[in-house]
Each structure stands twice: as C-alpha cells, then as structure tokens.
C-alpha cells in the first residue's frame, strides 16, 4: 500500500471509530455534517487532549480524494484516533497484513511459470548480488541547506527519515549533514520551519536545499527578537495574525496546555521574554487569505 | 389560587432538583479535572508566568518610550485576574498594599529591577486556586530589598473568543499577593 492508498484506510477506520461513539451515524465522508465534524473535533479534543480544526477536516477528509499526503503530526492524531499508537504503526500494521496475503497469489502465479524462465532471471540477480556483496558500500555525506540564505539549516530545526518500502527510519542530523549507507536512497525532510520534501539521491547530490515555509521563520525570528524593532513586529504580526487565530501552547511533557488568542499571542512576540524564547513552534495553519488560524507551539 | 400555589411550589422544588443535579454531573475543581502530575505541570507554568510577570514589571519601570510603556503595561494587565489587584507597594518598605494600576504609576521611569528565587507552589489546591510563595529582590541603583511574597494563582475554566469562535478552555491569571 503506498502512502495515499493508507491514508485512505485511515479515513475509513476515523469512520468506524466516529460510529463506535455516535452509533446512528451511517453515512460516509461526503455526507459527514457540519455537526459531525463538530462532534469529532471534540472527540478529538476529549479523548486525545489535541486540537483538530474545522477547515483542516473540511479540506482532508471529505474530499474523496487527496492530492497531498496531509501532515505527520495531523497523521498521528488520526491514527490515534483510530486506535493505533501513531502514523508509523498504523502504516506498517496495514502493511504487514498486506503483505501476508501476496505469496497466496505468489503461489498461484509460480504454477503458469516456466521453470527454464526462472533459471534466466534467477541467474543476473545471483551476479548482482554478488557483486553488490563484493563492491564495498559508498557512504555518502549531504548538507542540508536553506535555499533562500544557502546556509546551512540549524540541526534542532530540522528531521529526516530515510524512505523505504513505506518505512520511515529516522536519520541523525549533525552539524546540518546528514551519512547516508547508500549513495541512492530517498530521503523525506520534516521542519515546521521549511516546507516537506521528499528527494532521491544521486550520485553528485552533495547539498538538498530547502524552502523557508516563511510564516513560521518569521515567528521564530518574533521569538528570538529583543525589544527594538516592536512597532514593526506588532503590524506585521495584525497582517499575518488571523482574528479567530488559536494558539495551544503544551506544558513540558504535554501534561497539559495553555489557550492563547490572537491578542494575547501578540502581545507575547511584540514585548518577548526570557519566558517567550522557550517556546519551539511545532506547526502552524493558514486560511485562504494567508493569515495564520492555528499554531501549535511545545513550551521547553 | 391554591393550586396555582402548590404548582409554583412542585415547579421550584423540580427545578431545584434538575439544577442540583446538572452541578453534580459535571466534575468540579483542578483536583476532579487534572491528575496529580498535570496539577505540578500547571503549577510549574504557573511559576514562570510570575516570572515573566516581574521581567515585564522591570522593563515598564526602565521604559522612557511612553508608547511602548503602553504596551508592556497591557502586557502586565492580561497576566492577572483584575487591575484592581491588591499587590505589595514596592516602593515602600512597610507593608502596604495597593493596587496594581497605583503601583504601575509607581514605578513608572523609576528604573527599578524585580529578582525573584526560591519560588514554590503550595501542595493545598482549593477549588480554583493555589498560592505561590517566593523572595522577590527589588533594587534601585545600589539599594535593594527582600521581601518573602505569597501571591494567589487563580486556575478555572472560562469561555475563550478566538474572533468570532469561543471555547471553553482552563484559564490561568495571577492573583492577590501579601507578605509573608
């Protein structure tokens, strides 16, 4: 099953789990009312102490179908939801299941299949084989860089996972590089600071930039600012600050969260604190007139 | 008209009932919401929010910019549960309390500087509230002094705007404070 196909069972299984809680609902997606997605947000909200919000819903899991592959941190609250422990487990649980059911059909194929033709293919993958076993391993080094300033990305800022067969293993970044086994992997890059990419290496790949996802440098720079500068911060931040905007900040350890609306927020980047620059911003939303609805922020 | 009485009375007394019971149903208190370990979480926030409280105090009193003095003051203001606020007069070394408003005018281009250490949180929760108890060091120039200070947290559930949306979400604002 690849990524999409899994997010589509995921879909199916919120259902269930939605249905397991309002046993008269029957429906599917496209009939999923304004007060059942008011109903699972709070679901959401009761049983995972997580914010779900309206528009995220509207524009991930009604449509029938999805283009884009929503966000990880998004996927693991679902995926919890449906009761797995997060994105990881539910991808490789349903890929497990799969793959117990292929050599059934493996079976059945390898009956119409000549045996000379298995000698012929057999025999170039023995070759490969051995000579890949025999060719010692190209390790090889990648510097993760930000494509506006072409620096190198801060590591903490910055998550890679190794791509393969649907797995996701994580990649150690130090000093913004990361050492690859192979000099033809796929790599995936997370960061609420730039935006996702997935790349495949090559051979001559020595340096992957990444986009700025501007909103979230901008805050960050907010966070990390002194007082000079305040008037400017305080009208870009009316600009780019949506009325209804909500933030959650989470108590270390997510024992617990505190609520913060758009003044409220506002006022902490426009005089910062020592207390301000302890926060790590961990994802943000936007609406359609680019202003920020929902922020998710950790308390260090 | 009797019966128009005994109808009003069963009315009330139904009432009263369905009222007791809808109080009953819903778990009151940090204690009934909270586990122990998310009470010491709120407890542990809530200590920062004092000090970020002093911090914005020292730069209110520092600031010669009126405007920005503005801000910082709307900043003190969100963090507690009135303007009204009874606090301790800084400025004085009797224990006196006034009100915040009184001694933001104070302090005002004052240049005075707020320390605190040694802060902790009460283990006795009430319904709504906790106190923090901690020494707070207030300095003007090469004078200073120590005060022990107990200030109330207020820590309760209110309906939030978000813009034209509200929640109900658990609310924490910095309370009273005296001298210990």
Redesign the interface.
């Known amino acids: 099953m690849n990524e999409q196909e899994l997010f589509q069972e995921l879909k199916k299984r919120i259902l269930e789990s939605y249905r397991n809680h309002y046993p008269y609902f029957s429906g599917n997606w496209k009939n999923f009312s304004s007060k059942d997605i008011r109903q699972l947000i709070e679901l959401i909200e009761t049983e995972l102490r997580e914010s779900v919000s309206e528009k995220w819903i509207y524009t991930h899991l009604k449509p029938e179908k999805n283009e884009k592959l929503p966000r990880k941190d998004m996927l693991d609250i679902f995926a919890c939801f449906a009761g797995f422990s997060d994105w990881n487990e539910f991808s490789f649980k349903l890929n497990e299941v799969e793959s117990e059911e292929i050599p059934i059909q493996k079976v059945e194929n390898k009956k119409k299949f000549n045996k000379k033709l298995w000698f012929l293919v057999l025999i170039p993958i023995l070759i490969l084989g051995i000579y890949r076993f025999i060719q010692p391993k190209k390790s090889k080094t990648v510097t993760l860089k930000n494509e506006f300033t072409k620096k190198p990305v801060q590591t903490d800022e910055i998550k890679v996972y190794k791509l393969n067969e649907n797995q996701k293993t994580p990649v150690e970044v130090v000093e913004s590089k990361i050492e690859l086994e192979d000099s033809n992997e796929k790599i995936l890059i997370e960061s609420p600071y730039f935006e996702q990419k997935e790349v495949q290496i090559s051979d001559s790949e020595e340096e992957i930039f990444v986009k700025p996802e501007d909103y979230a440098l901008v805050l960050k720079t907010f966070i990390d600012s002194d007082l000079s500068d305040w008037t400017s911060r305080k009208e870009k931040l009316e600009k780019i600050l949506s009325e209804d905007l909500e933030v959650i900040i989470l108590l270390k350890e997510n024992l617990g969260a505190e609520y913060l609306n758009k003044e409220e927020f506002a006022q902490k980047l426009i005089v910062p604190t020592s207390e301000t620059k302890k926060l790590k911003i961990l994802n943000l939303e936007t609406n359609e007139n680019k202003e920020i609805t929902f922020i998710r922020i950790q308390q260090l | 008209m009797n019966w128009k009485k005994i109808n009003m009375a069963i009315l009330i007394s139904v009432s009263s009932i369905v009222c007791a019971q809808n109080i009953e149903a819903s778990p009151q208190g940090i204690k009934a919401n909270?586990?122990e370990?998310?009470i010491?979480?709120?407890q542990?926030?809530s200590q920062?929010?004092i000090?970020?409280f002093y911090?914005?105090l020292t730069?209110y009193s520092n600031e010669k910019n009126p405007?920005?003095r503005k801000?910082?003051q709307?900043?003190i203001l969100?963090m507690v549960s009135s303007k009204e606020i009874e606090v301790l007069d800084f400025t004085d070394s009797a224990t006196n309390l006034i009100d915040l408003s009184e001694l933001l005018e104070k302090i005002k281009n004052q240049d005075y500087k707020f320390e605190i250490d040694e802060m902790e949180s009460s283990e006795n929760i009430s319904l709504y509230e906790w106190e923090n108890s901690y020494q707070l060091k207030i300095s003007k120039g090469e004078n200073f002094q120590i005060r022990s200070i107990s200030q109330c947290i207020i820590f309760e559930p209110l309906e939030?705007?978000?813009?034209?949306?509200s929640?109900l979400?658990w609310?924490?604002k910095l309370d009273e404070m005296f001298e210990d």
């Open positions: 909270f586990s370990k998310s010491l979480a709120y542990e926030n920062h929010k000090a970020e911090e914005y730069l405007e920005l801000q910082i709307s900043n969100s939030k705007k978000f813009g034209k949306k929640k979400v609310e924490m």
